[in-house]
């Protein structure tokens, strides 16, 4: 019953733009923390955003001023705008909710992928 849904993935050349949303029911959307991860190939998932239910925000540092984070809780949909993407930013994105009691849901995963 519980789905978070990435959509918004793609190729993009490196310097362009992409959002990626996650739509998500089955749960009570504003008690939930929302985040953004990734993993790219060869490499670990990674932290890329997080945002709380009162609307506090963490970046990971690789896209602080780049990346934007944010939550519409009437639509129970958490974005991530991305901007002036890097090759390196290349990944399979995962949108993520916690609940305080720290249960997790993840998504499935949505690739983005930034030509050179």
């Known amino acids: 019953q519980v789905q978070l849904v990435e959509s918004g993935g793609g190729l993009v050349q490196s310097g362009g733009s992409l959002r990626v949303s996650c739509a998500v029911s089955g749960i009570s959307f504003t008690y939930y923390a929302m985040g953004w991860y990734r993993q790219a190939p060869g490499k670990q998932r990674e932290l890329v955003a997080t945002i709380t239910r009162a609307g506090s925000i963490n970046y990971a540092d690789s896209v602080k001023g780049r990346f934007t984070i944010s939550r519409d809780d009437a639509k129970s949909t958490v974005y991530l705008q991305m901007n002036n993407l890097k090759p390196d930013d290349t990944a399979v994105y995962y949108c993520?909710?916690?609940?305080?009691?720290?249960?997790?849901?993840w998504g499935q995963g949505i690739q983005v992928t930034v030509s050179s």
């Open positions: 993520n909710g916690q609940h305080p009691a720290r249960y997790e849901f």
